[in-house]
Each structure stands twice: as structure tokens, then as C-alpha cells.
């Protein structure tokens, strides 16, 4: 029901122009959504993926690093062990604004190019979005105002200022093509931790209803837009502390394709409790809503333990079918925010051992679209 009125909504508003509104609805309603073959390859390939390993994935990998920016080819991954990883996350936020650079001063058309890169490895894309804030002009983390996101839903002040900045991303996901034109598929993650509240988008900023509102109005408004080459990944923190917690602000099994949460470690002995914990969620959760699993980001800031990729994460995690585990990013410019190695890093010959170890996966592995 809530689908059909949102809809509607949305139809009112994008359709000024349109004519036949029918025929638009159908559309948009179909059930049976078309993506495009290299997207369907590579959910169904990542659906497998976990029986041969866990792939191995960097914030940010190909487009800077500790000490470098920019350079052509280069990743503290590859630095390190000799590959890149097999997933490699990049963001979105302020392609609203400007769109030239992200919030983190990557040029969007290098990041095109690193995602068709990617691509071409075989191995693959996520991208979350930390957005402005709409209402206030602040950023993702202004939490002054508990109004924004009904405020961006149908009928809401800033709804139609909103569906421009959705435009925008999919000009930039319908953007993402190689030579021969076929769109390089990626899976998108917005709305992202949002059991905390230090997004707009949060847990106390918004009620449930309105938080899955703004996933539907979020992919409908994609699909309406052309977008074919997108798979969506639902990422709460590591609050919930059980499946009907996990599931309170779910949007649907029919517009989510992974699941999966963000956990980062300060105490390692609550980490690995606090990961087993969310683990043992999604993997049931998984297995009876059959979708992939996934730590969508994690790390321990500056990795300072020398043995954190053998002594603590593998061994975290390595019981569970998980598709992929993400560090978040090399900052070149916070000289002690990184969470993967670099060469000479303290944990550098651990990371070399963990790659070695046949159930991590890197982008020689993944090959994700056969
Ligand atoms: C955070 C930090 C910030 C960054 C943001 C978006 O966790 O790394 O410095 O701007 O992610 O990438």
C-alpha cells in the first residue's frame, strides 16, 4: 500500500510533463524489473561467491593513499601483496552539489574511471553516499533538524529539490558505460548506518515508515531514471541485537539484493563479540531471505596490531558465507585515519599472510561477470 501511494506521489510530480501516466505506472510497477545481464551476472555470481572465499575490499583504493593522490594505477593494497582488491568502494557524496569533486575531493570523473577499471578486473564497485543535508545545507552529519527526511518524502518542502539530487545520481550510475556500451553494474548503498543518529537519515531523526519511504522513493526514482546496472545493499551499524531489530527498517526483500552492517574496532575483544553477534544475524537473515552477506565496512583506525588480519579479522569471521569484508579509506590527508597497509606499515607482512590464505579473495579471484 505504501508503495502504490508513493508512487502515485512520485508519478504526480515527475509526470507534470508526461502523458500517458498508465502506461508509466505499469512500468515503474512491473514487478519483474529489468537489470541489465551484467548486473544479474554478478548478483548471481556474488550469491556464490562466499563457497570460494571472502573478498577482500578498500574505501577509496585506486584514487589515493598514503602519501599519493591520484597516481595512475597505484593502490596501497596492490603496494602490499600485489593485487587489488576484489571490491572497491568509492562515495557519491556532493555529486548533488557541484557534482565535480566527492566530499572527499576525488574528481567524479576519475572515479568513473576507476569504477570501469574495477570492472574490467573482474572485480567489483560499492558505492555509499553521504549527501548533504537538504533541508539545512550542512552535511551528512548535521542532525540539528529531526524533519529532513520527511521533508524530502512526497508532498514534503524539499521533495522536489531532492529528486533532483537522486537525478543526479543516476546520471552518474547511467554514466558509467565501457567502449562497447554496456553499463559497468555497481551496487549502491545509501542510507547507511542508520541504527545510530549521526546521519540526518538516523535512527532518531526519522520513524520507520519514513525511513523505508525514502528507500523506495530512493530506488523508484533510479529505476525511473533509466538506472538497470544497480544492486542495493541494506547497511545498518552494529546496533541491533537481534534479526527483528535488524529487520525494524527494512525496506523489502524486493528492492534489497545484500545485506550487511559496519562495525569498526576500538576494544578487540568487544569487536570480535560484536561481529559475531551481527554476523550471526545477517547470515540467518541471508539464508532465509536469500540475499548475500556482507561487513560493508570495517577496520581498527591505524591498525597498530602487527597480526590484526590473521590474529583478529579472518579468524572473526571466517565461519560465516560472507561475500565480502571492506576497510574503509587511506586517508592522505589525516595522517593516522587509514585502514589498510601500506608499505612498511606495522601490520604490512600480516596482510602479505592473509592474502596468502585461500579464503581471502582479491581482484585476480573475483571474476565476477562470467
Ligand atoms: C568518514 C571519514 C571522513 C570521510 C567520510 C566519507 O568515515 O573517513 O573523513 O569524509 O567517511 O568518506
Not at 583504493?61 to 601483496?81: A, F
Not at 543535508?133 to 524539499?158: C, H, R
Not at 531514471?225 to 529487520?247: C, F, I, M, R
Not at 569487536?271 to 581498527?300: M, Q, R
Request: glycine letters at 8%; proline letters at 5%; hydrophobic letters at 35%.
Amino acid at each position: 500500500m505504501k508503495k502504490v501511494g508513493l508512487l502515485t506521489a512520485l508519478l504526480a510530480v515527475g509526470m507534470m510533463s508526461a502523458c500517458s501516466s498508465a502506461k508509466k505506472q505499469q512500468t515503474i510497477e512491473e514487478p519483474n524489473y529489468v537489470r541489465t545481464q551484467e548486473t544479474e551476472k554478478l548478483l548471481t555470481n556474488l550469491k556464490k561467491s562466499s563457497s570460494k572465499g571472502i573478498m577482500f575490499g578498500h574505501h577509496d583504493d585506486t584514487v589515493y593513499g598514503i602519501g599519493w593522490d591520484g597516481d595512475e594505477g597505484r593502490s596501497d593494497v596492490k603496494s602490499v601483496c600485489g593485487d587489488y582488491p576484489a571490491v572497491i568502494s568509492f562515495d557519491l557524496g556532493e555529486i548533488e552539489l557541484k557534482g565535480d569533486d566527492s566530499l572527499d575531493k576525488v574528481p567524479f570523473d576519475k572515479i568513473r574511471k576507476e569504477i570501469i577499471n574495477q570492472y574490467q578486473r573482474g572485480g567489483m564497485v560499492s558505492l555509499s553516499w553521504h549527501v548533504r543535508n537538504p533541508k539545512t545545507g550542512g552535511d551528512s552529519w548535521d542532525v540539528t533538524d529531526t524533519t529532513v527526511v520527511k521533508s524530502i518524502l512526497p508532498g514534503g518542502e524539499n521533495h522536489e529539490k531532492f529528486s533532483g539530487w537522486l537525478g543526479k545520481v543516476a546520471d552518474f550510475l547511467n554514466s558509467l558505460k565501457v567502449a562497447d556500451g554496456v553499463k559497468v553494474p555497481i551496487l549502491f548503498r545509501p542510507w547507511h548506518e542508520h541504527t545510530g543518529s549521526w546521519f540526518w537519515w538516523g535512527e532518531k531523526l526519522c520513524t520507520p515508515d519514513e525511513y523505508k519511504t525514502l528507500w523506495r522513493m530512493t530506488v523508484d526514482s533510479l529505476r525511473t531514471h533509466g538506472v538497470d546496472n544497480a544492486l542495493y545493499a541494506y547497511s545498518p551499524g552494529s546496533e541491533p541485537k537481534d534479526t527483528a531489530q535488524y529487520l525494524k527498517r527494512y525496506p523489502g526483500d524486493d528492492i534489497i539484493d545484500l545485506i550487511g552492517f559496519d562495525t569498526y574496532q576500538n576494544d578487540r575483544d568487544s569487536y570480535i563479540a560484536g561481529l559475531d553477534k551481527s554476523l550471526a544475524i545477517v547470515d540467518s537473515i541471508g539464508k532465509s531471505h536469500d540475499k548475500v552477506i556482507a561487513i560493508t565496512e570495517t577496520g581498527y583506525e591505524g591498525i597498530p596490531d602487527a597480526k590484526w588480519w590473521t590474529g583478529t579479522l579472518l579468524p572473526a569471521i571466517e565461519k560465516y558465507p560472507v561475500a565480502y569484508v571492506l576497510v574503509w579509506r587511506n586517508a592522505r590527508e589525516r595522517v593516522t585515519h587509514f585502514y589498510a597497509p601500506y608499505p612498511g606499515q606495522t601490520s604490512a607482512a600480516d596482510f602479505v599472510e592473509f592474502y596468502n590464505n585461500p579464503k581471502t579473495l582479491f581482484a585476480a579471484d573475483a571474476n565476477l561477470y562470467q
